[in-house]
């Protein structure tokens, strides 16, 4: 049963492990035993799927003791029916489809170097659920109006900066387990807040007070979405061609400011993590021929 659940990532497959596993221990029983009833053989045959049955049942309490979440719970929430997705698409539209395109970033490159692509696009779709409380205070959710021309540079920072511990909290309040908060906790690490830290520069204020208190990450997954989120912000509306640059630089300047000191990517790994954020910004990047015809 437990060689057969290990890549279940839906109901249905853990129920398939379980009939796989009744169906070997009838087999079993049949064969192997000696003065066995088609009793002894039918309740070896069920022990299976009372078996899948009773994982799931047990499985919530389980991710809740460890505070991780299977991988059965990961794909649930990559659902857009769930709640906090559903108020992310309402609220914050921006925010929902910058966290969607994060995602695909970091599964990509999560595969690249061997690490769980399930995680980290799930990582990637709920790092910035903390900005469901002020929306309208983040680039993506603006049109028009921008609440950071009333405000002072330092003001700004303490509202951007509330994003990350507003998260940290609603994703508790929504069951988020451990595993996926520390996305939400890391995915800004101590980076500096450039456009705010250039405004208060003006008034005599320095870099440093314009950085991110938050913790490093300290996995590849992790490091990979806060990877993805810097470049899916900064390539968002650029050429193809200039694609290439703006990745290396990016993840360049992440590496050298220290971001990435914790995590265990190697420098093989960040040549893999470039090649395959790449190639995604590429097909998000498609254009249409010029002279495609329209509608009609």
Same mark, same amino acid.
Request: hydrophobic share 40%; charged share 25%; no cysteine.
């Given at each position: 049963?437990v060689?057969?659940?290990r890549?279940?990532?839906?109901?249905? %497959?853990?129920?398939l *492990?379980g009939l796989g596993a #009744?169906? !070997?221990?009838?087999?079993?029983a049949?064969?192997?035993?000696q003065? &066995?009833?088609p009793?002894?053989?039918g309740?070896a045959?069920?022990s299976?799927?009372?078996? !899948?049955l009773l994982i799931w049942?047990?499985?919530? @309490?389980?991710?809740? *003791?460890?505070?991780?979440?299977?991988?059965?719970s990961? /794909?649930?929430l990559l659902?857009?029916? +769930?709640?906090l997705?559903e108020?992310?698409?309402?609220?914050?539209?921006?925010t929902?489809?910058?966290?969607r395109d994060?995602a695909?970033?970091?599964? *990509? !490159?999560?595969?690249?170097v061997g690490a769980d692509?399930?995680? !980290?696009? &799930? #990582?990637?779709?709920?790092?910035?659920? #903390?900005k @469901?409380?002020?929306?309208?205070?983040f680039?993506e959710n603006q049109s028009?109006?921008?609440?950071?021309e %009333?405000?002072a540079?330092?003001m $700004?920072?303490? /509202?951007l =900066?509330? +994003? /990350?511990k507003?998260?940290?909290?609603l994703?508790?309040?929504?069951g988020?387990?451990g595993?996926i908060?520390k996305f939400v *906790?890391?995915h800004?690490g101590?980076t500096?807040?450039?456009y705010? $830290?250039q405004?208060? =520069?003006a008034?005599g204020?320095?870099e440093?007070?314009?950085?991110?208190?938050?913790p490093?990450p %300290?996995?590849?997954?992790t =490091?990979i979405v806060?990877?993805? %989120?810097s470049?899916e912000a900064y390539a968002r509306?650029?050429?193809?061609?200039? @694609?290439?640059e703006?990745?290396?630089? &990016?993840?360049?300047?992440r590496?050298?400011?220290?971001q990435l000191?914790?995590?265990? @990517?190697?420098?093989?790994d960040?040549?893999?993590i470039k090649?395959?954020?790449?190639e &995604?910004?590429q #097909?998000?990047?498609?254009?249409? =021929?010029?002279?495609?015809?329209?509608?009609g």
């Amino acid at each position: 049963m437990v060689v057969l659940s290990r890549r279940a990532r839906r109901g249905r %497959d853990l129920m398939l *492990a379980g009939l796989g596993a #009744g169906l !070997a221990g009838a087999i079993g029983a049949a064969t192997l035993g000696q003065g &066995v009833t088609p009793i002894g053989v039918g309740a070896a045959f069920l022990s299976g799927p009372a078996s !899948a049955l009773l994982i799931w049942a047990v499985l919530p @309490l389980v991710e809740r *003791a460890v505070d991780r979440t299977s991988p059965l719970s990961l /794909v649930e929430l990559l659902n857009p029916a +769930h709640p906090l997705l559903e108020r992310l698409r309402s609220e914050a539209p921006g925010t929902y489809y910058h966290s969607r395109d994060v995602a695909a970033l970091a599964e *990509a !490159a999560a595969r690249a170097v061997g690490a769980d692509p399930l995680l !980290a696009a &799930v #990582g990637g779709l709920y790092h910035d659920i #903390g900005k @469901l409380l002020r929306p309208q205070f983040f680039a993506e959710n603006q049109s028009g109006t921008n609440p950071h021309e %009333d405000l002072a540079p330092s003001m $700004s920072k303490v /509202v951007l =900066a509330s +994003h /990350v511990k507003d998260g940290v909290e609603l994703g508790r309040r929504y069951g988020l387990r451990g595993d996926i908060i520390k996305f939400v *906790a890391t995915h800004h690490g101590t980076t500096v807040m450039r456009y705010f $830290s250039q405004r208060g =520069a003006a008034q005599g204020l320095s870099e440093d007070e314009f950085r991110y208190d938050s913790p490093l990450p %300290d996995t590849k997954e992790t =490091a990979i979405v806060m990877l993805a %989120d810097s470049v899916e912000a900064y390539a968002r509306g650029r050429e193809r061609d200039d @694609l290439a640059e703006l990745v290396e630089r &990016v993840i360049e300047d992440r590496r050298r400011d220290g971001q990435l000191d914790r995590s265990p @990517l190697t420098l093989g790994d960040l040549a893999r993590i470039k090649r395959s954020f790449l190639e &995604v910004l590429q #097909g998000m990047a498609h254009r249409r =021929a010029k002279d495609y015809p329209p509608p009609g």
